[in-house]
């Protein structure tokens, strides 16, 4: 009987994955996944391995959960799928209900759908239709809009269809479509660490972990200096100020830019954009795909700057990591601008065949009410403080160029030269390298490029948590003295 590696190498195109690379790792390192139980995973030879990544930054409270198995065998007793378009069900209406009881207030109608993507996707589409219908868009001589367009942040990733594709800014990803996409302004990312305009002025704040909650302003931090005057908000401001008829919405993740490589934000910037939106009569997008349910501390992120979206999209941890769903949650005169009648055209005319699954739905209510039961937020926090300890020691190793932390989710960004944060030339993979040798101290990564990722299940136990650090530790000083290293 051919192997499993075999028959993965001989029928399986996998995501955002090189297949040359791929064809040899599969042998290299096998992992055929067969089983999770709390952060750990399990492969088919039995061997066991540490869930580094939530298996894609989607479980929350660890794999065979029994809240979440019991809510989906119970679920499963009654129905696994009905449609959503025409006829409704239990999971999905209380589900509702309580998502907008913990979003943030005055969100009011949700819309569902089946992951990150079409959740932006739909926002995208949404407020585009909404505009529209307000008139609030300028119009061409010919009545129609004007050519119109979206505003979004350099190193951003909102998805993968063309729609988060068009308003995603990392070049990587959006240079093959480019002329497949619409058109989004992109402005700078408030990512301070290699920011211009703080460089010569400000201390160097290298030497710390750059985590949001240590952000606090204070006389003599570097925002309460006036260096740099906010360029990265004022970039936001002109675009706003001189294309507001033509701007549909803003989007952003709030606090960490994730995929463009655990970003971190400086407190008051997501305030600043909320805020600028506001004045501009813009709508904008939060995209907490990511960052939503617990990561950073909060159960939103959002609420870490009281500011609320016109849009807030939730996929991910929705359903503690267990099965695809996504929302978009929006206020009420965004639903009333689409109430008409049929003839007057006004429908959403989107939906798919998945959206609001009652199995998903079912399990996800009981994700909400893990968060409370097991009061999760506070586990975070001392997580939190045990994570921050650990990039701390991490940062005196030569390579270890930046760490940034947020809540329970960081960024350890490798670079060849400290001092000027110079990166390793692409071929060297040393990422990837990186996450391929940790799997001998059973612990599963997956890298940004050259920033190692560090975003365990919320349930990882501080013990947990420790060996997972000590892990990536010893990887690292293994790999950079390795005979097999050079650059
Ligand atoms: C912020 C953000 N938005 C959207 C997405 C896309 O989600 P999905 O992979 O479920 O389509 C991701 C995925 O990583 C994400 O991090």
């Known amino acids: 009987m051919e192997s499993l590696e075999k028959l993965d190498k001989k029928f399986i195109w996998h995501p955002f994955t090189q297949s040359k690379e791929w064809e040899k790792e599969i042998f290299e390192f096998p992992v055929v996944i067969s089983k999770g139980k709390g952060v750990y995973l399990y492969d088919s030879r039995g061997k066991k391995y540490m869930d580094g990544i939530s298996s894609l930054w989607a479980n929350l409270h660890g794999h065979q959960h029994p809240s979440l198995d019991k809510a989906l065998s119970n679920q499963l007793k009654k129905i696994a799928h009905s449609t959503f378009l025409g006829l409704t069900h239990e999971p999905g209406i209380r589900l509702a209900k309580e998502l907008i009881e913990v979003a943030p207030k005055g969100l009011t109608r ?81 990512h301070c660490l290699r920011c211009p305009f703080r460089k010569k002025n400000l201390p160097a704040i290298e030497q710390q972990v750059y985590s949001y909650s240590n952000q606090k302003p204070k006389p003599g931090d570097f925002r309460a200096q006036t260096a740099c005057h906010w360029q990265c908000l004022k970039e936001v401001e002109d675009v706003l100020n001189k294309k507001n008829k033509k701007i549909i919405a803003g989007i952003l993740e709030p606090i960490v830019q994730g995929a463009g490589g655990m970003i971190v934000m400086p407190e008051g910037y997501l305030w600043g954009f909320a805020n600028l939106c506001k004045k501009y009569n813009v709508p904008w997008i939060a995209d907490e795909v990511a960052v939503g349910f617990g990561r950073t501390g909060t159960l939103f992120a959002c609420e870490q700057e009281k500011v609320t979206p016109d849009f807030l999209c939730l996929a991910k941890g929705i359903s503690g990591g267990y099965l695809p769903l996504a929302a978009t949650i929006t206020k009420e005169k965004v639903y009333l601008a689409f109430k008409a009648k049929y003839e007057k055209l006004q429908t959403f005319f989107h939906g798919h065949t998945y959206t609001a699954n009652p199995l998903a739905c079912a399990v996800s209510r009981a994700n909400l009410k893990i968060f409370k039961e097991e009061k999760v937020l506070s586990h975070i926090k001392k997580l939190e403080v045990v994570l921050s300890h650990h990039l701390k020691e991490l940062l005196q190793l030569p390579q270890v160029g930046q760490v940034r932390q947020a809540g329970i989710m960081a960024g350890i960004e490798l670079v060849q030269d400290k001092k000027s944060l110079k990166p390793f030339p692409l071929s060297l993979r040393v990422g990837r390298q990186i996450c391929l040798k940790a799997r001998n101290k059973g612990l599963i990564l997956r890298p940004l490029g050259d920033v190692i990722v560090v975003l365990p299940p919320l349930a990882i136990k501080e013990k947990e948590l420790v060996f997972l650090m000590r892990g990536i530790k010893q990887t690292l000083q293994e790999f950079f003295v390795s005979p097999k290293f050079s650059v």
């Open 110 to 190: 949700l819309f569902y759908s089946d992951n990150g993507s079409t959740a932006v996707e739909v926002a995208l589409k949404m407020s585009y239709q909404y505009q529209l219908q307000k008139n609030n868009l300028k119009k061409s001589k010919s009545k129609n809009p004007k050519k119109l367009e979206f505003l979004a942040l350099k190193n951003s990733y909102h998805g993968d269809t063309l729609g988060s594709v068009s308003v995603g800014g990392i070049e990587l990803f959006q240079k093959k479509y480019k002329p497949l996409l619409f058109k989004t302004n992109f402005v700078m990312s408030p």
